[in-house]
């Protein structure tokens, strides 16, 4: 993977993420408007249509951007190392100041 796609993996993965829920929640709207899915209780409807489409598209997600997950785990896992190696060796810089 190059770098350029390396350093986005995050905006990536959350833009597919919310891509997936937004195509559930069109999905979950348009089959509670038909009547294939309850539609609440009430004036529940909108809240109800939020919840199930969060319900669908968590486990769809885990499954289809595994990828995508694994390259932003990738990318924070190595700003951590990054950020570690650069606390050390500000560490080892005050250490032999002192």
Known sequence: MSSSSKSHATLRYTTMRLGVFVGCLVVVGLLAQFGVVPSGIGKSNPLW??????VISAPLSYVLL????????????DGVDRAKDRLAANRSQEDSIA
């Open 66 to 77: 595994r990828k995508q997950r694994q390259a932003m785990s990738e990318q924070i896992v």
């Open 49 to 54: 249509v939020v919840l199930l489409a969060l």
